[in-house]
Every structure is written in C-alpha cells, then in structure tokens.
C-alpha cells in the first residue's frame, strides 16, 4: 500500500470541475481570439500586461511574472508580437542588463479593438453564470490556489480595483 492522501469524493468532484475549467476555458478564449485577431489567449495577456502598465512598458522578468510564464516562452511570444509592430523592445535606460518590452501605439490600437470581444468572451464563458457571492468566491480561491503555487505572484500583490 502507499501513504498517499488520497482525495475524498468532495475534494475529487472539486478537482474534476477545476480541471475542467482549466481545460476547457483556455481553448474557448483562444478560439474567439484567433477568429478576431489571429492570437492566443497568452498573446493577448502579454499585450493587455503592457497595456495597463505605466508609460505601457515593462521589464521582460516583471512581464513574465504578470503573465505566469518563463522568460524563454515570453521572449517568443514577443519576438512574434515584434514581427506584427505590436511590440518593441528597449535596452532600459535605468540599467543597460534589463531588456523592456514597450507596447507600439499600433499595439495599443489592436489591444484596444478586440478588448471588447475578448472581455464578451470571457464574461460569456465565466461571469454569466455567476452572482456576486460566486465572484468573489472565484476570486478568494483563486487567489489560495495562486498562493501556493506562486507566492511572489503578481496577482496577489495588485491591489483590488473595485467599480
């Protein structure tokens, strides 16, 4: 026998709608982004990043660390964002070692044309169906799961911006 903590049939229904939802809502929202503008939800994420920060413009590890992924997945992903216009990079002038990625203004154009699909999407896919409790439901959980997996993670240090 093993010593594993197996999951009780509470824990095992939450982890099959988790995992659900993580298979499933990824492909959903790549989908309408491609039909709208040929990118993936990753591609949009970096864009929207660089979008809601100061002077649209961040350090390539603060970006990575905004959007959950490696520098080498970021680095691709921008180099395609380069070759469309949407994105340049610059050497930093504070210190020459750190690489910026600095949303164009054609960037911010495109960003700003699929926002509105992007945000239907994701309020068809997620939010419709959801009552306030639920949301913030949504967001507390979320925010543990994050915690454990990525304790630095931006996520938790952005401050709620409440409507």
Sequence with gaps: MTDARWLDPEERQAWLALL???T?????????????????????????????AEDRSL????????????????SHVVKKLEQRGWVARRQS????????AVLTGEGFAAIEQMAPGHVGSVRQAVFDGLDHR???????????IVQQL???????REPRINS
């Design 134 to 144: 639920d949301v913030a439901d949504l967001e507390r959980i979320g925010k543990k």
């Design 24 to 52: 499933l809502l990824p492909g959903n929202l790549d989908g309408a982004l491609q039909r709208q503008g040929r990118l993936t939800l990753f591609d949009y994420h970096v864009l929207a990043m660089l979008s809601e």
């Design 20 to 22: 659900a939802v993580t």
């Design 150 to 156: 990525e304790p630095s993670s931006w996520v938790l």
């Design 93 to 100: 002038s504070e210190d020459a070692r750190v690489t910026t």
């Design 59 to 74: 350090p390539m590890s603060e970006l990575a660390s905004r959007t959950y992924s490696s520098l080498s997945r970021l």
